[in-house]
Nanobody
Framework: QVQLVESGGGLMQPGGSLRLSCTAS????????MGWWSQAPGKERELVAA???????KYDDSVKGRFTISRDNSANTVHLQMNNLKPSDTAVYYC????????????????WGQGTQVTVSS
């Protein structure tokens, strides 16, 4: 399995943008489907976006048109570009990866990062 390290979180005003990055090590990144999950205070972890090894993507309805997931296999990195941020986007964001796309989408992936905090507030 890969080891994952997230970066890029922080405090942003509503309407602003952040870019999260997740860098993998320890295995062939190109074989891994990747995803971003979020967990807001007092709530369960939820899928935000996923990207398959072939590049197809899936988004939660709440972020469609605002967030974009992408991958750079040459840099072993997956990104989450977050635009037009809302206070409801405030959460800890976790990167996950697995050779099974289903595992990434349902949250049972083998690899998880430590999480990065995103806070959207004026």
């Amino acid at each position: 399995q890969v080891q994952l390290v997230e970066s890029g979180g922080g405090l942003m005003q509503p309407g602003g943008s952040l870019r999260l990055s997740c860098t993998a090590s320890g295995d062939d990144f190109s074989l891994y489907n990747m995803g971003w999950w979020s967990q807001a205070p007092g709530k369960e972890r939820e899928l935000v976006a996923a990207i398959a090894v072939g590049g197809s993507t899936k988004y939660d309805d709440s972020v469609k048109g605002r967030f974009t997931i992408s991958r750079d296999n040459s840099a072993n990195t997956v990104h989450l570009q977050m635009n037009n941020l809302k206070p409801s986007d405030t959460a800890v964001y976790y990167c996950t990866g697995d050779r099974s796309l289903l595992a990434v989408v349902i949250g049972t992936g083998d690899s998880w990062g430590q999480g990065t905090q995103v806070t959207v507030s004026s």
